[in-house]
C-alpha cells in the first residue's frame, strides 16, 4: 500500500463511536511506527481533515464540512435526488431515505424524517452492509456477478442470516426474483422495528449507484399499505436517474469500486 493510501486510512478510524484518536492509539491500531503516524497526521493537521483536541488527541477537522458542502451541491444523486426523496415522503406520509453504493457498504445521503419516524433511522453520512434490508438488497440485487461474487465470498454468513440464501445459486435466484419486481421490501431484517422498501438508482448506463426507499414501524398497522407504495417508489427512483442520466455531472460509478 502506499504510503498516502496508508495516510488516508487513518481516517476511517473516525467514526460516532470512536470520534477522538490519539496519535499512539492510531499507531497500534494502523500498526504503524510512531514516527511514520506523527507524520502522516501532521500532513492531515495541515490539510484541514484533522483537528486536535486539548488533551492532544484528534478529532475530525473542518475541511471535512466544508467538502459536505460541496458535495451537496456537485453530487448528482444528491442534488437530483434530494427534492424528489422530499416530495415522495410529502405525498405518502412515510419517512424517505436516500443512499448510495460505497465500496462494500452503503451510505446514507437524505433523509427525510416524518414526526412518527422509527428511531435509529439511518441518517446522512451512515454507512451500513451492503446486505439485509430493501434499501440494501435492491443494489445486492443490480451488481454485476464479479462483484455480486467479492460480496458473497466476505459476507456469506450475513447473506445467509438474511435468508437471501447459503449457497451462490440460491443467492443468484433470491436476487433474481428481486430484480424482476424491481422493489424490495424487509420488516426489521437490519435493523429491529424498522420495514423499508426501496427501489434502485442508475447512471446513463445502467449500472447501479444506490437507492431510493421508504421507512416505518414493523409495528405500523398499515403495512400491507406500506408495501402497496412500491410503484410511487419505483417512479420516484426512475426520475432520479434519468436526471443523473441528464447531469452535467454524470455519475460513471459508484465512489469506490467493490474489491
Excluded at 416530495?87 to 416524518?114: E, F, I, P, W
Excluded at 460480496?151 to 438474511?162: L, T
Excluded at 460509478?253 to 474489491?259: D, E, H, S
Aim: charged share 20%.
Amino acid at each position: 500500500m502506499a504510503s498516502q493510501d496508508k495516510m488516508l486510512t487513518l481516517l476511517d478510524a473516525f467514526s460516532v463511536d470512536t470520534p477522538v484518536w490519539s496519535a499512539d492509539e492510531l499507531a497500534a491500531r494502523l500498526e504503524l511506527p510512531p514516527s511514520t503516524c506523527y507524520r502522516y497526521l501532521k500532513s492531515l493537521h495541515q490539510a484541514g481533515l484533522l483537528a486536535r483536541v486539548g488533551s492532544g488527541s484528534y478529532v475530525v477537522g473542518p475541511r471535512v464540512l466544508a467538502l459536505d458542502r460541496v458535495s451537496r451541491v456537485s453530487d448528482p444523486v444528491y442534488s437530483v435526488g434530494s427534492t424528489v426523496v422530499a416530495a415522495l415522503s410529502k405525498r405518502t406520509g412515510y419517512s424517505a431515505l436516500l443512499s448510495v453504493l460505497y465500496s462494500d457498504s452503503v451510505m446514507c445521503v437524505q433523509q427525510v424524517a416524518t414526526e412518527d419516524a422509527p428511531p435509529d433511522l439511518f441518517g446522512r453520512g451512515q454507512q451500513r452492509p451492503l446486505v439485509a434490508g430493501a434499501t440494501a438488497n435492491i443494489i445486492l440485487a443490480h451488481l454485476p456477478p464479479h462483484q455480486l461474487r467479492s460480496v458473497f465470498a466476505k459476507q456469506g454468513e450475513r447473506i445467509a442470516a438474511a435468508g437471501l440464501g447459503e449457497d451462490w445459486d440460491t443467492l443468484r435466484a433470491r436476487l433474481a426474483e428481486i430484480r424482476a419486481q424491481g422493489w424490495s421490501f424487509s420488516a426489521g431484517e437490519f435493523r429491529a422495528g424498522i420495514a423499508g422498501l426501496a427501489a434502485p438508482l442508475f447512471n446513463k448506463d445502467g449500472e447501479v449507484l444506490g437507492s431510493i426507499a421508504l421507512a416505518t414501524s414493523t409495528q405500523s398497522t398499515r403495512l400491507k399499505d406500506f408495501q402497496a407504495l412500491a410503484p410511487a417508489v419505483m417512479k420516484a427512483a426512475a426520475e432520479i436517474s434519468r436526471g443523473i442520466a441528464e447531469s452535467s455531472d454524470v455519475v460513471d460509478l459508484p465512489a469506490r469500486a467493490l474489491g
